[in-house]
C-alpha cells in the first residue's frame, strides 16, 4: 500500500514498526518532525518545537550546522563507501586521531561502531579477548550495574540493568553479576552535580569479588552518570572507588559514555570531569552529533597492544562491522569535532552548568515533583506516578510538551528528563525551564 511518495505528513503510519515507542498510541496522535535548525524542530505544518534533549542525546551542536551539513554533502560525492576489513580510508585514520587526542590519558585506540549498542558488545568482546590472550581465559564474568542502560545488543541487556529490557529476552549472557544502583532519594533528593553521599557503594565490587573470585571476573562496565534511567549522577569519589578496587585485582574498567561523552558534562569525556581513567570508553551519539550512525570505542594503549602480537599477516581481533568507519559517519565526525571545537562548546556546556542547575531546581515546588537532579546539561525531574498506571504521567507529559507547550522533551517512566543541545542560550534556558513548568503543570 505504499505510494512511493515522500510527502512529509504520510497518511499510511501502519508498516513501520517504530522502536521504543507506544506505537498504537503515536499513530492515533502522531508527533511527527519534518524539519530542524538549531535548537528547534519543526512540525510538518511548520510549528517550531524547542529540541529539549537534543534529539535524543545526540545532537550536541545543534541542528542542520552549516558546516556539518557541507562535510557530508562533499563525502556522499566522493567516497560512498570503502571496505573497513583490509582496507581504508584516510579519514577514518584522522578521526580516531582526534578522537584519540580528546581523551584522557592514554586511551590512544579507536574502533569503530555503528552505535552504541555495537560499542558496549565490542568492549565487553575486547576485554574478554584481552584476557584470553594473555592467559587468563578463566576471567569470564562481566559486571553492570543496576539501572545501566547498556544499548538492546545481548551483550548490553545481559550488563545492563532496566528490567523492561531484560525480562522478555530469555537467559540473556551467563556469569553476569550487577553492582548495586546509586540513588537513594532519602540521602540525594534535589541533587546539583554529584551528590554527596554514596561513595561507599562502589565497596559492594569487593564483595562481588569476594563471591567470584577476581580470577573469574573480566570486567566492570557502568555508566559514569546514568542516563537512560533516569540520570543519576556519580556520588562524589564513586568512581574512583570503582577504579582502586578494578586495579587492585586485575578487572578492567569501562566508561559507557554513550551520552556522557562529547560535552553533555562540560567535558569531551566524564572520565575527564571526574579525574578517573577507565580502561575503555564507549561512544556513539555526540560524536557526529547525531547527523550520521557512529559509535566506537577507545582502548588503552597497553590493552591495545597486548593484541599486537602473532604474526604480521593474522587478523589480532576476530570483529568488526561493514559499516565500521563508514566515510560518512567519518566525515561528519570531522566536522562535528571542529565545530565543537571552533565554539569551544564543552567548556560553554560547563559555564552554563549552573545557570541551569538554577533554572530547573526551581521547579521543586510544583505538583507532584519528588525530586530534580541537574549536571552539566542534564536535568531529570522524578514526578510521583498517577495511582495504578505508572508512567502515565510521563507519557502524558511528553504528548502534552510537544502538542501543546512546543518542547521535545523525553520520559523514563514518570521522569522528565531534558538535555538540551549544548549551544542552548541564556534565553532558552529560561524558555526550556518555563516551558517544562507548564508542562508539569498540565499534567497535575
Ligand atoms: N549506552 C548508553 C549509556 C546509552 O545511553 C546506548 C549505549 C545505546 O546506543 P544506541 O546508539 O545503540 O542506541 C545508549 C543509548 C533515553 C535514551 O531516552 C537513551 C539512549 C537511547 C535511547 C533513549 O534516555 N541511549
Same mark, same amino acid.
Request: overall charge negative.
Given at each position: 500500500?505504499?505510494?512511493? +511518495?515522500?510527502?512529509?505528513?504520510?497518511?499510511?503510519?501502519?508498516?513501520?514498526?517504530?522502536?521504543?515507542?507506544?506505537?498504537?498510541?503515536?499513530?492515533?496522535?502522531?508527533?511527527?518532525?519534518? =524539519?530542524?535548525?538549531? #535548537?528547534?524542530?519543526?512540525?510538518?505544518?511548520?510549528?517550531?518545537?524547542? &529540541?529539549? !534533549?537534543?534529539?535524543?542525546? @545526540? @545532537?550536541?551542536?545543534?541542528?542542520?550546522?552549516?558546516?556539518?551539513?557541507?562535510?557530508?554533502?562533499?563525502?556522499?560525492?566522493?567516497?560512498?563507501?570503502?571496505?573497513?576489513?583490509?582496507?581504508?580510508?584516510?579519514?577514518?585514520?584522522?578521526?580516531?586521531?582526534? *578522537?584519540?587526542?580528546?581523551?584522557?590519558?592514554?586511551?590512544?585506540?579507536?574502533?569503530?561502531?555503528?552505535?552504541? +549498542?555495537?560499542? !558496549?558488545?565490542?568492549?565487553?568482546?575486547?576485554?574478554?579477548?584481552?584476557?584470553?590472550?594473555?592467559?587468563?581465559?578463566?576471567?569470564?564474568?562481566?559486571? $553492570?550495574?543496576?539501572?545501566? /542502560?547498556?544499548?538492546?545488543?545481548?551483550?548490553?541487556?545481559?550488563?545492563?540493568? *532496566?528490567?523492561?529490557?531484560?525480562?522478555?529476552?530469555?537467559?540473556?549472557?551467563?556469569?553476569?553479576?550487577?553492582? %548495586?544502583?546509586?540513588?537513594?532519594?532519602?540521602?540525594?533528593?534535589?541533587? =546539583?552535580?554529584?551528590?554527596?553521599?554514596?561513595?561507599?557503594?562502589?565497596?559492594?565490587?569487593?564483595?562481588?569479588?569476594?563471591?567470584?573470585?577476581? +580470577?573469574?571476573?573480566?570486567?566492570?562496565?557502568?555508566?559514569?552518570?546514568?542516563?537512560?534511567?533516569?540520570?543519576?549522577?556519580?556520588?562524589?569519589?564513586?568512581?574512583?572507588?570503582? =577504579?582502586?578496587? @578494578?586495579?587492585?585485582? $586485575?578487572?578492567?574498567?569501562?566508561?559507557?559514555?554513550?551520552?556522557?561523552?562529547?560535552?553533555?558534562?562540560?567535558?569531551?569525556?566524564?572520565?575527564?570531569? /571526574?579525574?578517573?581513567?577507565?580502561?575503555?570508553?564507549?561512544?556513539?551519539?555526540?560524536?557526529?552529533?547525531?547527523?550520521? %550512525?557512529?559509535?566506537?570505542?577507545?582502548?588503552?594503549?597497553?590493552?591495545?597492544?597486548?593484541?599486537?602480537?602473532?604474526?604480521?599477516?593474522?587478523?589480532?581481533?576476530?570483529? $568488526? /562491522?561493514?559499516? +565500521?568507519?563508514?566515510?560518512?559517519? @567519518?566525515?561528519?565526525?570531522?566536522?562535528?569535532?571542529?565545530?565543537?571545537?571552533?565554539?569551544?562548546?564543552?567548556?560553554?556546556?560547563?559555564?552554563?552548568?549552573?545557570?541551569?542547575? &538554577?533554572?530547573?531546581?526551581?521547579?521543586?515546588?510544583? %505538583?507532584?515533583?519528588?525530586?530534580? =537532579?541537574?549536571?552539566?546539561?542534564?536535568?531529570?525531574?522524578?514526578?510521583?506516578?498517577?495511582?495504578?498506571?505508572?508512567?502515565?504521567?510521563?507519557?502524558?507529559?511528553?504528548?502534552?510538551?510537544?502538542?501543546?507547550? &512546543?518542547?521535545?522533551?523525553?520520559?523514563? $517512566?514518570?521522569?522528565?528528563?531534558?538535555? %538540551?543541545?549544548?549551544?542552548?542560550?541564556?534565553?532558552?534556558?529560561?524558555?526550556?525551564?518555563?516551558? #517544562?513548568?507548564?508542562?508539569?503543570?498540565?499534567?497535575?
Amino acid at each position: 500500500m505504499s505510494t512511493g +511518495s515522500s510527502a512529509a505528513a504520510p497518511n499510511d503510519l501502519a508498516a513501520y514498526w517504530m522502536p521504543f515507542t507506544a506505537n498504537r498510541a503515536f499513530k492515533a496522535a502522531p508527533r511527527m518532525i519534518a =524539519r530542524a535548525k538549531d #535548537m528547534h524542530y519543526f512540525t510538518p505544518e511548520g510549528r517550531a518545537v524547542l &529540541d529539549g !534533549v537534543a534529539g535524543l542525546w @545526540c @545532537c550536541n551542536a545543534g541542528h542542520q550546522r552549516d558546516e556539518i551539513v557541507a562535510a557530508i554533502q562533499a563525502q556522499a560525492s566522493e567516497l560512498d563507501f570503502a571496505p573497513p576489513f583490509q582496507f581504508g580510508h584516510p579519514k577514518a585514520f584522522a578521526l580516531a586521531t582526534r *578522537i584519540a587526542d580528546l581523551a584522557p590519558g592514554d586511551l590512544d585506540h579507536v574502533f569503530f561502531t555503528n552505535s552504541g +549498542s555495537e560499542a !558496549v558488545d565490542t568492549a565487553l568482546k575486547i576485554a574478554l579477548a584481552f584476557h584470553n590472550i594473555r592467559g587468563e581465559g578463566a576471567r569470564q564474568r562481566l559486571i $553492570g550495574r543496576e539501572r545501566g /542502560y547498556h544499548g538492546v545488543g545481548f551483550g548490553g541487556i545481559s550488563v545492563g540493568g *532496566i528490567v523492561s529490557n531484560r525480562k522478555f529476552f530469555g537467559g540473556l549472557l551467563t556469569g553476569v553479576d550487577h553492582l %548495586p544502583h546509586t540513588y537513594d532519594r532519602a540521602h540525594q533528593g534535589f541533587s =546539583r552535580g554529584e551528590p554527596e553521599w554514596g561513595a561507599h557503594l562502589a565497596d559492594e565490587l569487593e564483595r562481588i569479588v569476594a563471591l567470584h573470585d577476581a +580470577s573469574t571476573i573480566a570486567a566492570v562496565i557502568i555508566e559514569p552518570m546514568a542516563g537512560s534511567t533516569g540520570v543519576l549522577p556519580p556520588p562524589k569519589g564513586y568512581l574512583q572507588r570503582l =577504579r582502586a578496587i @578494578c586495579d587492585r585485582h $586485575g578487572i578492567l574498567l569501562i566508561f559507557d559514555e554513550v551520552i556522557s561523552g562529547f560535552g553533555r558534562l562540560g567535558f569531551a569525556f566524564a572520565a575527564e570531569r /571526574y579525574g578517573v581513567l577507565p580502561d575503555m570508553i564507549c561512544f556513539a551519539k555526540g560524536v557526529t552529533s547525531g547527523t550520521v %550512525p557512529m559509535g566506537g570505542v577507545l582502548v588503552r594503549k597497553g590493552l591495545h597492544d597486548t593484541f599486537m602480537r602473532g604474526p604480521d599477516h593474522a587478523i589480532e581481533l576476530f570483529h $568488526g /562491522y561493514t559499516y +565500521s568507519a563508514h566515510p560518512l559517519a @567519518c566525515a561528519a565526525g570531522l566536522a562535528t569535532l571542529d565545530l565543537y571545537a571552533r565554539e569551544n562548546l564543552f567548556a560553554r556546556a560547563l559555564g552554563l552548568e549552573d545557570t541551569f542547575g &538554577d533554572a530547573l531546581q526551581a521547579l521543586a515546588d510544583l %505538583p507532584h515533583v519528588l525530586d530534580i =537532579r541537574t549536571i552539566g546539561l542534564v536535568a531529570a525531574i522524578d514526578l510521583a506516578p498517577i495511582e495504578g498506571s505508572p508512567g502515565l504521567r510521563g507519557f502524558k507529559a511528553v504528548d502534552h510538551a510537544f502538542h501543546k507547550a &512546543d518542547i521535545l522533551l523525553r520520559a523514563t $517512566g514518570d521522569t522528565l528528563v531534558a538535555t %538540551p543541545p549544548l549551544i542552548i542560550s541564556q534565553a532558552q534556558i529560561g524558555e526550556l525551564a518555563e516551558k #517544562m513548568a507548564a508542562v508539569i503543570r498540565a499534567v497535575a
